[in-house]
């Protein structure tokens, strides 16, 4: 309502669904242009996981989405976004334990190519908001080469994502002892 326009929530948590959503809210006005309510829409954030899953990066490679703070949103590995653990927040053996569902940051991703890959651009960049257009680098990650792309993912909605896909060099380079004739185009196409 105070944006006055049609925007994307934060993500967050659900109430019920214990699990990552995003939600689209559009404000409805009547005639007299008053508010008469907002009609909203939940995007479960693990379709877009199954979505990444399913896009094959090389034979280890991998593609992540996080939010200009670092914090995941998803990832073709969905399950490293968040962690479940069990709480009492009374302390009182009487009380049902109940689950906290914590959001996890990419620098902390126990996947150590969507750590290594954070740290690096943050080494880069200094600051997630500076990626203001595609960028490609190939880097050392983990005593690993990397080839690395990240690309803003911005609507006039409000929504602010970096897209990152990493894929191993040797994943690159098996990929082309593979196929010789494609090396030797490509070769020929640079």
Same mark, same amino acid.
């Given at each position: 309502?105070?944006? =006055?326009?049609?925007?994307?929530?934060?993500?967050?948590?659900? /109430?019920?669904?214990?699990?990552?959503?995003?939600?689209?809210? +559009?404000?409805?006005?009547?005639?007299? =242009?008053?508010?008469?309510?907002?009609?909203?829409?939940?995007?479960?954030?693990?379709? @877009? =996981?199954?979505?990444?899953?399913? %896009?094959?990066?090389?034979?280890?490679?991998?593609? *992540?989405? #996080?939010?200009?703070?670092?914090?995941? #949103?998803?990832?073709? %590995? !969905?399950?490293?976004?968040?962690? &479940?653990?069990? $709480?009492?927040?009374?302390?009182?053996?009487?009380?049902?334990? &109940?689950?906290?569902?914590?959001?996890?940051?990419? *620098?902390?991703?126990?996947?150590?190519?969507i750590?290594?890959?954070? +740290?690096?651009?943050?080494?880069?960049?200094?600051?997630?908001?500076?990626?203001? +257009?595609n960028?490609? @680098?190939?880097?050392?990650? =983990?005593?690993?080469? #990397? /080839?690395m792309?990240?690309?803003?993912?911005?609507?006039?909605? !409000?929504?602010?994502?970096?897209?990152? #896909? &990493? @894929?191993p060099?040797?994943?690159?380079?098996?990929?082309?002892? $593979?196929?010789? %004739?494609?090396?030797?185009?490509?070769? !020929?196409?640079?």
């Amino acid at each position: 309502m105070s944006a =006055n326009r049609p925007v994307w929530s934060d993500v967050y948590v659900g /109430f019920t669904a214990k699990e990552l959503l995003i939600t689209a809210a +559009h404000p409805v006005y009547n005639p007299d =242009n008053q508010l008469v309510g907002v009609l909203g829409v939940d995007l479960f954030i693990r379709r @877009i =996981n199954e979505f990444l899953r399913n %896009i094959e990066v090389g034979k280890t490679g991998e593609i *992540f989405i #996080v939010e200009q703070s670092g914090m995941l #949103v998803a990832s073709s %590995i !969905g399950e490293t976004v968040m962690i &479940t653990t069990e $709480a009492d927040p009374g302390g009182s053996s009487e009380a049902p334990e &109940t689950e906290q569902i914590t959001r996890i940051s990419a *620098f902390d991703s126990p996947e150590p190519l969507i750590s290594g890959t954070m +740290h690096q651009l943050l080494d880069e960049y200094g600051d997630l908001s500076l990626i203001q +257009h595609n960028m490609l @680098i190939s880097q050392q990650v =983990n005593n690993d080469d #990397v /080839f690395m792309s990240a690309r803003p993912l911005r609507d006039e909605l !409000g929504l602010d994502w970096l897209v990152v #896909v &990493t @894929i191993p060099a040797r994943d690159f380079t098996r990929a082309l002892r $593979a196929q010789p %004739i494609t090396t030797l185009l490509v070769a !020929g196409i640079i």
